[in-house]
């Protein structure tokens, strides 16, 4: 294969799938500006089948960077001061695609939110504060806990994006950076200029930019993007079936897309600048450029605003490879979830042996790159855990044509759903009665005996579905 490639990971942050391609995709349902992100789709390898397998940020972000289910990276809700007090947060030591890209030379960089750390009394004073939910979300990262990431130019979880600060290199915790510029523009101009200083190196590098838009606050959008979309109509700006028309849900949602669409053509804009800088720095290797995000977001559809439920606009992100002479244009009908990453950046770096034991996912990168065909029938496990404000615990899985999805409610046993994808592409009509559902119930339940997965509605997943154990 080469000398080994240098990687770009782009996560925009709560960028549903919906948003990106062309006219000639039936899933970018979003009229939204992405004239680079589309490009960059057409001439790069768009993943059809990438889903979140636990649409919430940090959730999915462990999983992404350590391919080890939540229940063994610590991460099993979102990082907070109040989930902090239950532990909750990525456990010491685990490796990461970063940590084996470094031990194999790579110069590893991190750029932008991060949402990993658990919380700290100090960090309420030196961070963003708390918020009016009561809780602590943003923290300092002590140099010691950034899991293979050397360069760092990075915060916990702020919602100030026309006004972000950083924690830069081997800052104090209470020497942070503070910064007048839109949080998209600043990242992408601190990863310009780390890609134009390693592009002379001896040394392949890895950097990962995390974009916070275009997750809310939805209206810290600079004016100029902003206006684009003021004058859009309702019909026009909703544009998928599930939504519920006249109803204040659907209302809402369409004050959140003018501006969620907004930030949508902003990253669209941040992203082109990087790509170019990429072109210009003529590193002399393959640069593998991933565009993709850490969930969607529902938009109204489903009568629902936000993410963390098991439905497509939630669970689809966008995921496309970039590097033409590497990686065939085109679209790509494998399944990749979220324990499927690292050890796919690990292949697609041409290290597939170097994968740590530990990692659960699966290794993606021979279809990707047309080295081998797509899986055969893969499937991703959909999470959820119970927290203290919704007691219901949730297991799915997710494979190309259908999803099962069955919801623990304490005291009121459990509720299954079945979608066909093919069929119902919206899921506008669950169907517990299919076929499938059993063949899918036996495969899910195989799949958290071999994980250890403690979830309380195993039993009830038997009971329900006379499935054998």
Same mark, same amino acid.
């Given at each position: ?15 549903? #799938? ?62 907070? /001061? ?21 031990? &194999? ?9 991060? &949402?990993?750390?658990?919380?700290? #009394? ?62 998209? *523009? ?6 310009? +200029? ?29 004016? =100029? ?10 019909? *026009? ?13 659907? +209302? ?27 072109? +210009? ?31 497509? *606009? ?17 679209? /790509?009908? *494998? ?16 290290? @597939? ?33 119970? @927290? ?20 623990? &409610? ?32 036996? =495969?899910?339940?195989? =799949? ?22």
């Amino acid at each position: 294969m080469g000398a080994p490639p240098n990687l770009v990971i782009v996560m925009a942050d709560q960028l549903r #799938a919906a948003a990106v391609g062309t006219a000639a995709d039936p899933a970018a349902t979003d009229p939204v500006a992405t004239p680079r992100l589309d490009r960059l789709a057409a001439t790069g390898c768009r993943v059809t089948h990438a889903v979140s397998s636990y649409p919430v940020c940090s959730p999915h972000r462990a999983m992404f960077l350590t391919g080890r289910p939540p229940a063994e990276n610590g991460v099993t809700l979102n990082v907070n /001061s109040e989930t902090a007090a239950d532990g909750v947060g990525l456990r010491d030591g685990l490796p990461t695609w970063a940590s084996v890209l470094r031990d &194999h030379g790579y110069r590893t960089g991190y750029v932008g939110k991060w &949402h990993l750390e658990p919380p700290v #009394a100090a960090d309420e004073h030196h961070g963003e504060g708390r918020r009016d939910d009561g809780k602590v979300w943003d923290a300092w990262s002590p140099p010691e806990r950034r899991f293979g990431f050397d360069f760092w130019h990075a915060y916990g979880a702020a919602d100030r994006h026309l006004a972000p600060h950083y924690w830069v290199g081997d800052a104090a915790r209470s020497e942070r950076l503070d910064v007048d510029r839109w949080s998209a *523009e600043h990242e992408v101009d601190v990863a310009i +200029d780390f890609v134009t200083r390693a592009a002379g190196a001896a040394e392949p590098f890895a950097l990962m930019v995390s974009l916070n838009p275009p997750h809310q606050p939805f209206d810290q959008v600079p004016e =100029r993007y902003r206006a684009r979309y003021a004058a859009r109509a309702a019909d *026009e700006l909703l544009a998928r079936p599930n939504v519920p028309r006249g109803t204040p849900v659907a +209302d809402e949602a369409v004050a959140i897309a003018r501006d969620y669409f907004a930030a949508v053509t902003g990253v669209d804009d941040q992203v082109g600048r990087l790509v170019d800088a990429l072109a +210009d720095a003529g590193t002399g290797r393959d640069t593998i450029v991933v565009l993709t995000s850490d969930h969607g977001m529902q938009l109204g559809s489903h009568g629902l605003l936000y993410k963390n439920v098991p439905y497509e *606009e939630s669970m689809r992100v966008p995921l496309v490879l970039h590097c033409p002479g590497r990686i065939p244009a085109g679209p /790509s009908s *494998e399944l990749v979830g979220s324990l499927d990453v690292a050890p796919t950046l690990l292949g697609l770096a041409g290290l @597939s042996a170097a994968v740590p034991a530990a990692m659960r996912g699966a290794d993606r990168s021979a279809a990707l790159t047309g080295r081998g065909a797509p899986t055969a029938d893969p499937a991703a496990v959909y999470y959820r855990y119970a @927290s203290r404000s919704d007691p219901t615990a949730a297991r799915g899985l997710r494979t190309r044509n259908h999803k099962l999805v069955a919801t623990w &409610h304490p005291g009121r046993d459990l509720a299954v759903d079945f979608y066909d994808l093919v069929a119902d592409p919206y899921e506008r009509s669950s169907d517990p009665g299919h076929p499938a559902v059993r063949v899918l119930a036996r =495969r899910l339940l195989t =799949r958290l005996a071999d994980d250890g997965d403690d979830w309380p509605g195993v039993a009830a997943l038997r009971r329900a579905l006379d499935v054998a154990a």
